[in-house]
Structures are given as C-alpha cells and as structure tokens.
C-alpha cells in the first residue's frame, strides 16, 4: 500500500512541478498566439500553448531544474511511487489497483518514468486527485 514516504515525495513533486507550470505559463504569455503558427482558437477552446508540457521551458530554467533535480533525487521506489500515483490521478488505475500501478511502473526504464513525471505539465493535479483517489490526500507524511 502507499507509504508516507511516497506521499510525501509525491506533494514535495506537485509543488515543484506547479512552479515549474507557472514558470511555463509566464513565458508562454510573453508569445502572441499568432507566432505559434496556429489558427485562432473558436470561442471557448483553450488556447494553443495550453498542451505545451513543461519541456517548453528551456532547461536551464530554475524551476525546471529543481523540478529534475528533486525526481532525479527520489530513490528508485519512491519514483516508481510517484508515477504510480500520477497514473491513478489520470484514471489510468483506480485506487484499488495500487499494485498493478506499482507493477508497470517496475517493468518500465526508469528514464522513461523520468522524463514523463519532468514534462507532464498537468502534474501537479494528477498527484493530487492521485493521492485523493488512493484515500491519501489528507493522511500526514510522518509517522
């Protein structure tokens, strides 16, 4: 089952991740949507850069690198933990079915869990409904 320890590697990685996001956002509003070489949205679509993960920002972005450093930084077990929980925060996996998350996750290159938890942009929201969804959102970290 979900241990403290990836729970709160997991919050310390969403609120990297929502600065790297913010840091995204800021440099993206600085392009006029016309230089993206898209058409202009129809009233009440989102705009074009909204699907831009963070691999946008360049990597020398400080957000973004403390986002790396910190995933980068996680033990191999609390990383695979941290996907597991993106992935049941995407619907991929209900909460019943930590093992099963926890099982792809230990048959994929750790490079590929990487770099899909460093350039996910919605992050921060997927672990979030992921812990929730694994009954973990208000349990505290320490024992």
Not at 91 to 107: H, V
Not at 117 to 133: D, V
């Amino acid at each position: 089952m979900l241990d403290s320890g990836t729970i709160a590697a997991a919050r310390h990685v969403a609120d990297l991740a929502a600065a790297a996001r913010e840091a995204r956002d800021r440099m993206l509003s600085q392009i006029a949507e016309r230089d993206l070489g898209e058409p202009p949205p129809e009233r009440g679509e989102g705009r074009p850069f909204a699907e831009v993960g963070l691999a946008a920002l360049p990597p020398d972005e400080p957000a973004r690198q403390a986002l790396r450093e910190a995933i980068d930084g996680l033990s191999d077990e609390a990383r695979r933990g941290v996907w597991a929980v993106m992935r049941t925060g995407t619907g991929d996996y209900a909460g019943a079915d930590w093992s099963l998350a926890l099982a792809e996750a230990e048959a994929m290159p750790d490079d590929a869990i990487i770099v899909e938890l460093a350039e996910e942009a919605e992050l921060p929201e997927r672990l979030a409904k992921g812990l929730y969804e694994l009954g973990a959102a208000d349990q505290p970290t320490s024992s």
